[in-house]
């Protein structure tokens, strides 16, 4: 993939990258694709430069050894301040997510003072990904955006999708049974999780260069649904 820039129609030449290396994207293929190419492709890049930190920002830049212009835009898509650490501010964004710094990020773009916020509607960007490749493949497809996501009880990060479409993202095997006849009760699969952490595999961070997987072979659920099912309410976070 070349270097995304605004403007630029992430599900065409995802495509035609798919093709040129011979591995083109056929019917129920899932295409996992990282926020950061999201969000450039939709403009939502940010020079901190040009951001008027508020008093908030800066009282909070105080206590995490932060730039006040970034805790700013971290401010920006923040629902509610989860936690306040040493160098970490855990926040529930706008569109749900329970993240560190809102998810907003400074790898993989240009410029020390750019940095990289979510896509506004993750579901909405995974729905016109989606609709584009499909028009030009002539078949069903599933696509994830993901991001690097840290875990309050175990080191080093994991991919999780942020945003779905064409997908149900969480099998239900409630009602099943196992090997030995016992009846599963809370048996519940994040499989739209466990796709953007295998995705990641092949993705790497640094300089690997490379912004989208495809996933072939799974079996998955279609489900047309944009609701947020992946997100568990708050009156069950036992952590809140």
């Known amino acids: 993939m070349p270097l995304i820039n605004a403007g630029d129609n992430l599900g065409k030449m995802i495509t035609e990258a798919a093709k040129k290396q011979g591995s083109p994207i056929q019917p129920h293929d899932v295409i996992v694709v990282t926020h950061v190419v ?119 990060e994991i991919n999780i999708a942020i945003g779905y479409s064409g997908l149900k993202p969480i099998r239900d095997r409630r009602g099943e049974k196992d090997l030995f006849g016992y009846l599963l009760r809370i048996k519940q699969t994040a499989v739209a999780d466990e796709l953007a952490s295998a995705a990641e595999l092949v993705m790497g961070q640094a300089d690997e260069g490379i912004p989208v997987a495809i996933v072939k072979g799974y079996n998955y659920t279609i489900d047309e649904s944009t609701t947020t099912q992946l997100i568990r309410a708050k009156e069950k976070d036992l952590f809140r």
Do not use: W, Y
């Not at 920006?76 to 970490?88: A, H, L, M, Y």
């Open 38 to 156: 999201v969000s450039k492709s939709e403009g939502n890049v940010i020079n901190l430069d040009e951001v008027n930190p508020s008093k908030q920002a800066s009282e909070i830049a105080k206590h995490t050894n932060k730039d006040p212009a970034l805790v700013e835009i971290i401010l920006q898509d923040t629902k509610e301040i989860v936690r306040i650490g040493q160098n970490s501010i855990i926040t529930e964004t706008k569109s749900g997510v329970i993240c560190a710094n809102s998810g907003v990020d400074r790898s993989n773009v240009a410029g020390d003072r750019n940095v990289v916020p979510l896509p506004r509607d993750p579901n909405m960007s995974a729905a016109m990904i989606r609709d584009e490749i499909m028009n030009l493949v002539g078949g069903e497809v599933a696509v994830i955006v993901s991001d690097t996501h840290g875990r309050p009880f175990r080191n080093g």
